[in-house]
């Protein structure tokens, strides 16, 4: 099938598919259609069963396509989207006490990264606070408290800000397909950003411990 084929055949379902979107589907190795000699794409169907499966976890279970991939690489082949249980189930939140008990934490050190701003005030921690309050325990054993590492979150928001100027143009219209474009892209301009610090990390490591 051609993509126009493919649309009339998702769309239905799909409103939001566009061939820019299968494009960017194949970018990202979700599915891989045949070529023709004279470079059209043709899409098997198996391709298809791939491509609707990858918008169904994006529709359904607001899966990233990180996990989409290694989902359809552990199903291919597979005509129905299955999940584990596991994975539906509502994230885990932890009590003040159950967060401590988790991590190791004594209670100074987690009011000492809420008052930094490291771990926000709540009734309920994710897993998130557990594994930032984890990292805490390991770096206050060296010395390094939750006051010192306050200026990378303020480094984080800049970051996720500068992601957010550079998404403007998308985030300014309104149809889905921009929106879902959007969403896509900004993990992976994070993780841009993230090569370029460690970079600068290394390289600053490197002359402290040559």
Known sequence: MSIGQVLARLTPEFPDLTASKLRYFEDQGLVTPLRTEAGYR???????????????????????????????????GEAEVT????????PRRYRRDELLA??????????????????????????????????????????????HVRGMRQAAEREVALVGSALAPLLRRTDGGSRARASELAPELLRRLDEVRASFVTAALDRLVP
């Open 83 to 90: 999940l584990p249980p596991s994975i539906l189930e509502a």
């Open 102 to 147: 988790a991590a190791g934490a004594a209670p100074a050190l987690l009011d000492d990264a809420v008052s930094a701003g490291i771990v926000p005030a709540s009734d309920a921690y994710d897993e998130r606070a557990l594994t930032v309050l984890r990292a805490l325990v390991a770096l206050d054993s060296h010395g390094i408290q939750p006051r």
């Open 42 to 76: 043709k899409f098997t169907p198996a391709d298809v069963a791939r491509v609707r499966t990858a918008l169904t976890l994006q529709r359904d279970h607001d899966f990233k396509l990180a996990r989409i991939r290694e989902y359809l690489d552990a199903h291919d």
